[in-house]
């Protein structure tokens, strides 16, 4: 029951999300009240699912996941693929039609920065890790390179 | 020593918070005040038949009149700050003595009348009904505070018991269930000008009897001038000082210093009292027709100051309100503060030189100085704030070589009251009194042993009357109490200045 | 209850939130507007100030900040006490600053205030604990000493309890069982800009995490004692004569209104 339920709220707001995009990345509004507008993924995970987890599961516990992950790495020296913070970005982070991707520190239109600017919190995870997919650091590491160390706190992804 | 019904406390070997003992003190209980007294401050004489709407209806009054009230009785958070800084909560245990515990009497009516959570959810609140024991806790406990406001200091909120006491006082001689001390009190004044009911002819024999006296002892005529047209200064002494030990030996020495000073002085048999026991019951109306007198008296004097003596209530009526309740004072001097503390006017002589006196005159003393509570907590002297502790103890040094201030816990702004104050100082309410000393008295030995002091000085008549008396029951002696004014009196040159 | 009916559910939920929300702030701002008002009102006929007071309306805004922010009075009088009602309410008033992330859209403010809002984030997170701390040593206080225990009625409890209900939920929310936070803030906009059509959306609806639930409960019930409970310490502080007042009354009359009509007013 909860998997039907949850399946039909996910397809709900996919299709309440794509059926208000007018410009893919840049915020929706109804009345007057905005809400983010993360650009779509690649490829769904499944048939059923979407994403590795149900979309709402996702929504509320990806920050506990991917520190989860974070932690079985470091601690443990264990890369548990289904939480990969890589495999995340190469999915969700696309490019515009030039090949460019979009800034993880201003904007609205980077995946993370979509939601997470929304909800003022900040992201540590890219001061190591990069923010765009993998095939592309190559190309241009000079960039990634530059983002500087300067986000404040700890990291910090849930509410 | 009088034969006590009650165990004096034992001094704490350190200081603990005492655990509580619910109801010892309920039925410590001043005598009720008689029908004529009350009629002659414009109460009922005696409890009226509907008392609880007449009571109801009188808070509801004040509860408009006075922002105090209000706000103390809303903000309380029970906190329990102060719970254990009342002399006396801590003299008898009694959890109603607790700032606090005494407030709550009040609020919990508050409460059930005049809140909408009282009224919908008494129990959840603790709101109660106001019955006839409640009525009775009030007249019982509300005279078990000398509104001494050592709670206000601690409050987070500055919540002054005193404020809440004086309200419930007042809703009682609403209802006609007044206290005979402090009303009898009241009804002297207004007959006869005192509080001890000296009248005119009385005073006059005594100043001329102690002006002898002086005569004999110094050889030098120092005058005493009672009712003088024409003074610079009317000078408003507490009425004990003309015949009381030891506050006659402190009049005594304000003689001398107004004789010295150069400046003419007088004292007014229409206006022979500082006090003003109007505030101890909370009347607006009685504390400003009480004040009235003074003015009235410097108008018919033609003087251009008015001073005040040692007394300590006294000294925060006429500090904080004689201007509010019988100003303005545009026929006095304005150079000079309006009105000025004999301690003030001592102290500027001091300052200017204008007194000789040989401190040796008081070496056979060892002086600790106890700060009255209402001076300390509720005036001023001088100009700057904390004026009203320096001051005394600067006066008194300039006249002793031996001086010693009690534990810092217990003095300045954290002083304790006497344990007598607020309309307290009546016979029925000795183990109350006795009780609530034990602070002060706890203090006092402790300079004692540390510093072998002698002598505890201090400006209030309260203070005076009830140390005398209630520290025989402690071991000490009451000769050790003495007037400020007469280590001035006895360390004074006299004539020096004069040509 | 199928799941099928959970969406009305959440419909219901959110139309029921959105309405006490309303509900409670009208009372919360009417009552305590009210009850300041009342304050103001009300004269105070005497210079009561407990002294050492300061001589100067300056002096008066020190002693009250010192009062407010550091607790000087407490301080001097009970070192447990403050030390508890210091991490308490230092800890309310940053988690406080870290929930109007819920109330601001990022495009109605500059920049650097979004920016603070932000930076307070890991902070209020954290403060969650030290409200706990707090909140349970007074509770303990209340609870264990006998003095304390006699000047407190049930609502005194309650209150405390009242607060770690909101205090753990938020906790658990935050910590383990999670909620949709950008659902949420939509739906809080949407609250707060009197959007209700976005209601219909599930996007903007609440998110139907039965923490949330409680934890949204419990302020709504906080927003509407507040005006009539000891809450009102907070406005009341600052009415307080004891220690608003200037200590000039030789200098200055200080005549009430109702003591001028009563005693004065023939004269004039
Ligand atoms: C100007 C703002 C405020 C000031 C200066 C202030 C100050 C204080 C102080 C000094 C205490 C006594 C110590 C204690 O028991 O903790 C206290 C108690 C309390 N305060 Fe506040 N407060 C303020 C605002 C608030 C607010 C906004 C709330 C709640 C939402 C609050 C809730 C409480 C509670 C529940 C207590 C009682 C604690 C207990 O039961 O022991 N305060 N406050
Ligand atoms: S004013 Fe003094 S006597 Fe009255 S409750 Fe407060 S501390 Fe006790
Ligand atoms: S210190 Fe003030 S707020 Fe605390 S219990 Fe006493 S009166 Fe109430």
Redesign the pocket.
């Given at each position: 029951m909860k998997a039907r339920y949850l399946s039909i709220l996910g397809k709900l707001m996919l299709g309440l999300l794509l059926s208000l995009t007018v410009n893919a990345a840049e915020p929706v509004t109804s009345g007057s009240v905005t809400i983010p507008n993360p650009p779509k993924a690649k490829t769904n995970f499944s048939a059923e699912q979407p994403c590795v987890e149900p979309i709402d599961v996702m929504r509320r516990s990806h920050g506990l996941f991917l520190k989860h992950s974070r932690n079985d790495t470091m601690r443990h020296g264990m890369r548990t693929s289904n939480y990969s913070l890589v495999t995340c970005i190469n999915c969700h982070v696309t490019s515009d039609e030039h090949g460019n991707y979009p800034s993880v520190k201003e904007g609205t239109e980077h995946f993370c920065r979509s939601c997470h600017s929304y909800a003022a919190v900040t992201i540590d995870c890219f001061q190591c890790h990069a923010s765009h997919p993998e095939e592309v650091i190559s190309s241009k590491v000079n960039e990634v390179s530059s983002i500087k160390l300067d986000s404040l706190g700890t990291p910090n992804t849930s509410p | 020593m009088a034969k006590a019904k009650f165990e004096t406390p034992e001094f704490r070997p350190y200081p603990v918070i005492p655990v509580i003992k619910p109801g010892v003190m309920k039925d410590s209980r001043s005598f009720v005040s008689k029908p004529g007294m009350q009629e002659s401050l414009g109460y009922p004489g005696e409890l009226v038949d509907n008392w609880q709407e007449v009571a109801i209806n009188k808070l509801g009054e004040l509860l408009t009149k006075y922002r105090s009230l209000r706000v103390y009785l809303d903000t309380c958070v029970k906190c329990g700050s102060?719970t254990d800084?009342?002399?006396?909560?801590i003299g008898t245990n009694d959890p109603k003595?607790?700032?606090v515990g005494?407030?709550d009497l009040l609020r919990q009516v508050y409460r059930r009348y005049f809140t909408l959570a009282g009224k919908l959810f008494p129990k959840l609140v603790g709101a109660k009904d106001l019955t006839r024991d409640m009525l009775d806790d009030w007249y019982n406990y509300f005279h078990?505070?000398?509104?001494?406001?050592?709670?206000?200091v601690y409050c987070p909120y500055g919540i002054?018991?005193?404020e809440?006491?004086m309200a419930a006082r007042e809703i009682l001689d609403a209802v006609g269930y007044g206290q005979k001390y402090c009303n009898e009190i009241i009804e002297k004044v207004y007959k006869i000008g005192n509080n001890l009911g000296l009248p005119g002819p009385a005073i006059r024999n005594t100043l001329e009897g102690l002006e002898e006296d002086i005569k004999d002892e110094t050889g030098v005529d120092v005058r005493l001038p009672l009712d003088e047209e024409g003074a610079e200064v009317l000078f408003v002494p507490p009425s004990a000082d003309f015949f009381v030990e030891p506050h006659v030996d402190g009049l005594i020495g304000y003689g001398k210093v107004f004789h010295q000073s150069g400046i003419s002085w007088t004292m007014s048999s229409h206006a022979s009292e500082a006090g003003n026991f109007g505030m101890f019951i909370g009347s607006y109306e009685n504390m400003r027709r009480v004040s009235m007198r003074i003015r009235e008296a410097a108008l018919d004097l033609k003087v251009k100051r008015i001073v005040f003596g040692e007394c300590g209530h006294a000294w925060r009526v006429a500090y904080a309100f004689l201007n509010t309740l019988a100003g303005p004072f545009d026929f006095l001097d304005k150079r000079y503060p309006i009105p000025q503390h004999i301690c003030e006017f001592t102290y500027d002589l001091i300052q200017k030189g204008a007194l000789k006196l040989d401190k040796s005159a008081n070496d056979h003393r060892r002086v600790t100085y106890h700060d009255s509570?209402n001076v300390a907590r509720a005036t001023r002297m001088g100009h700057k704030p904390g004026g009203q502790f320096v001051i005394p103890r600067e006066v008194i040094k300039a006249c002793c070589n031996h001086f010693y201030d009690m534990p810092s816990d217990t003095i300045y702004d954290e002083t304790y009251?006497c344990g007598g104050?607020?309309g307290l100082l009546t016979d029925e309410l000795m183990e109350v009194r006795v009780k609530?000393a034990l602070p002060r008295m706890e203090a006092l030995k402790q300079v004692t042993d540390d510093h072998q002091v002698t002598h505890m000085a201090t400006i209030c008549a309260i203070c005076k009357s009830q140390f005398t008396k209630v520290v025989p029951y402690y071991g000490f002696d009451m000769d050790q109490i003495i007037s400020v004014h007469q280590l001035v009196g006895d360390a004074i040159v006299l004539n020096v200045n004069e040509v | 209850m199928g799941g099928g009916n959970k969406e009305a559910l959440m419909g219901f939920w959110t139309t029921f939130y959105a309405l006490s929300f309303y509900v409670a702030t009208l009372i919360l701002i009417l009552g305590v507007g009210y009850k300041i008002y009342q304050y103001t009102k009300t004269p105070a006929p005497l210079k009561i100030p407990t002294t050492p007071a300061p001589l100067t309306t300056g002096g008066v805004v020190i002693r009250m900040l010192l009062e407010v922010i550091l607790f000087k009075s407490l301080f001097r009088s009970n070192k447990w006490i403050w030390l508890f009602a210091m991490i308490f309410h230092g800890a309310l008033w940053v988690i406080l600053l870290r929930h109007l992330r819920y109330f601001i859209d990022p495009q109605w403010v500059i920049y650097p205030i979004w920016e603070l809002v932000e930076l307070i984030q890991p902070f209020g997170k954290y403060a969650s604990f030290a409200m706990l701390f707090g909140l349970l040593g007074l509770l303990a206080r209340r609870l264990f000493v006998e003095r304390m225990r006699y000047i407190s009625s049930a609502s005194d409890y309650l209150m405390l309890v009242l607060l770690l209900v909101i205090g753990v939920s938020g906790v658990l929310m935050s910590f383990v069982t999670r909620t949709d936070i950008v659902q949420f803030k939509a739906f809080m906009l949407s609250v707060i800009s009197f959007q209700w059509q976005n209601f219909e959306l599930s996007a903007y609806q609440m998110p139907p995490d039965s923490m949330l639930l409680v934890h949204l409960a419990a302020v709504i019930l906080l927003m509407i004692v507040f005006p009539f409970s000891k809450l009102l310490h907070a406005p009341g502080v600052f009415f307080s004569p004891g220690r608003n007042q200037v200590d000039n009354a030789r200098e200055k009359r200080h005549v009430a209104p109702w003591a001028i009509k009563q005693f004065e007013a023939p004269q004039t």
């Amino acid at each position: 029951m909860k998997a039907r339920y949850l399946s039909i709220l996910g397809k709900l707001m996919l299709g309440l999300l794509l059926s208000l995009t007018v410009n893919a990345a840049e915020p929706v509004t109804s009345g007057s009240v905005t809400i983010p507008n993360p650009p779509k993924a690649k490829t769904n995970f499944s048939a059923e699912q979407p994403c590795v987890e149900p979309i709402d599961v996702m929504r509320r516990s990806h920050g506990l996941f991917l520190k989860h992950s974070r932690n079985d790495t470091m601690r443990h020296g264990m890369r548990t693929s289904n939480y990969s913070l890589v495999t995340c970005i190469n999915c969700h982070v696309t490019s515009d039609e030039h090949g460019n991707y979009p800034s993880v520190k201003e904007g609205t239109e980077h995946f993370c920065r979509s939601c997470h600017s929304y909800a003022a919190v900040t992201i540590d995870c890219f001061q190591c890790h990069a923010s765009h997919p993998e095939e592309v650091i190559s190309s241009k590491v000079n960039e990634v390179s530059s983002i500087k160390l300067d986000s404040l706190g700890t990291p910090n992804t849930s509410p | 020593m009088a034969k006590a019904k009650f165990e004096t406390p034992e001094f704490r070997p350190y200081p603990v918070i005492p655990v509580i003992k619910p109801g010892v003190m309920k039925d410590s209980r001043s005598f009720v005040s008689k029908p004529g007294m009350q009629e002659s401050l414009g109460y009922p004489g005696e409890l009226v038949d509907n008392w609880q709407e007449v009571a109801i209806n009188k808070l509801g009054e004040l509860l408009t009149k006075y922002r105090s009230l209000r706000v103390y009785l809303d903000t309380c958070v029970k906190c329990g700050s102060c719970t254990d800084k009342c002399h006396y909560f801590i003299g008898t245990n009694d959890p109603k003595n607790m700032p606090v515990g005494r407030q709550d009497l009040l609020r919990q009516v508050y409460r059930r009348y005049f809140t909408l959570a009282g009224k919908l959810f008494p129990k959840l609140v603790g709101a109660k009904d106001l019955t006839r024991d409640m009525l009775d806790d009030w007249y019982n406990y509300f005279h078990q505070c000398s509104q001494c406001r050592r709670c206000s200091v601690y409050c987070p909120y500055g919540i002054d018991t005193a404020e809440i006491s004086m309200a419930a006082r007042e809703i009682l001689d609403a209802v006609g269930y007044g206290q005979k001390y402090c009303n009898e009190i009241i009804e002297k004044v207004y007959k006869i000008g005192n509080n001890l009911g000296l009248p005119g002819p009385a005073i006059r024999n005594t100043l001329e009897g102690l002006e002898e006296d002086i005569k004999d002892e110094t050889g030098v005529d120092v005058r005493l001038p009672l009712d003088e047209e024409g003074a610079e200064v009317l000078f408003v002494p507490p009425s004990a000082d003309f015949f009381v030990e030891p506050h006659v030996d402190g009049l005594i020495g304000y003689g001398k210093v107004f004789h010295q000073s150069g400046i003419s002085w007088t004292m007014s048999s229409h206006a022979s009292e500082a006090g003003n026991f109007g505030m101890f019951i909370g009347s607006y109306e009685n504390m400003r027709r009480v004040s009235m007198r003074i003015r009235e008296a410097a108008l018919d004097l033609k003087v251009k100051r008015i001073v005040f003596g040692e007394c300590g209530h006294a000294w925060r009526v006429a500090y904080a309100f004689l201007n509010t309740l019988a100003g303005p004072f545009d026929f006095l001097d304005k150079r000079y503060p309006i009105p000025q503390h004999i301690c003030e006017f001592t102290y500027d002589l001091i300052q200017k030189g204008a007194l000789k006196l040989d401190k040796s005159a008081n070496d056979h003393r060892r002086v600790t100085y106890h700060d009255s509570c209402n001076v300390a907590r509720a005036t001023r002297m001088g100009h700057k704030p904390g004026g009203q502790f320096v001051i005394p103890r600067e006066v008194i040094k300039a006249c002793c070589n031996h001086f010693y201030d009690m534990p810092s816990d217990t003095i300045y702004d954290e002083t304790y009251c006497c344990g007598g104050g607020g309309g307290l100082l009546t016979d029925e309410l000795m183990e109350v009194r006795v009780k609530g000393a034990l602070p002060r008295m706890e203090a006092l030995k402790q300079v004692t042993d540390d510093h072998q002091v002698t002598h505890m000085a201090t400006i209030c008549a309260i203070c005076k009357s009830q140390f005398t008396k209630v520290v025989p029951y402690y071991g000490f002696d009451m000769d050790q109490i003495i007037s400020v004014h007469q280590l001035v009196g006895d360390a004074i040159v006299l004539n020096v200045n004069e040509v | 209850m199928g799941g099928g009916n959970k969406e009305a559910l959440m419909g219901f939920w959110t139309t029921f939130y959105a309405l006490s929300f309303y509900v409670a702030t009208l009372i919360l701002i009417l009552g305590v507007g009210y009850k300041i008002y009342q304050y103001t009102k009300t004269p105070a006929p005497l210079k009561i100030p407990t002294t050492p007071a300061p001589l100067t309306t300056g002096g008066v805004v020190i002693r009250m900040l010192l009062e407010v922010i550091l607790f000087k009075s407490l301080f001097r009088s009970n070192k447990w006490i403050w030390l508890f009602a210091m991490i308490f309410h230092g800890a309310l008033w940053v988690i406080l600053l870290r929930h109007l992330r819920y109330f601001i859209d990022p495009q109605w403010v500059i920049y650097p205030i979004w920016e603070l809002v932000e930076l307070i984030q890991p902070f209020g997170k954290y403060a969650s604990f030290a409200m706990l701390f707090g909140l349970l040593g007074l509770l303990a206080r209340r609870l264990f000493v006998e003095r304390m225990r006699y000047i407190s009625s049930a609502s005194d409890y309650l209150m405390l309890v009242l607060l770690l209900v909101i205090g753990v939920s938020g906790v658990l929310m935050s910590f383990v069982t999670r909620t949709d936070i950008v659902q949420f803030k939509a739906f809080m906009l949407s609250v707060i800009s009197f959007q209700w059509q976005n209601f219909e959306l599930s996007a903007y609806q609440m998110p139907p995490d039965s923490m949330l639930l409680v934890h949204l409960a419990a302020v709504i019930l906080l927003m509407i004692v507040f005006p009539f409970s000891k809450l009102l310490h907070a406005p009341g502080v600052f009415f307080s004569p004891g220690r608003n007042q200037v200590d000039n009354a030789r200098e200055k009359r200080h005549v009430a209104p109702w003591a001028i009509k009563q005693f004065e007013a023939p004269q004039t």
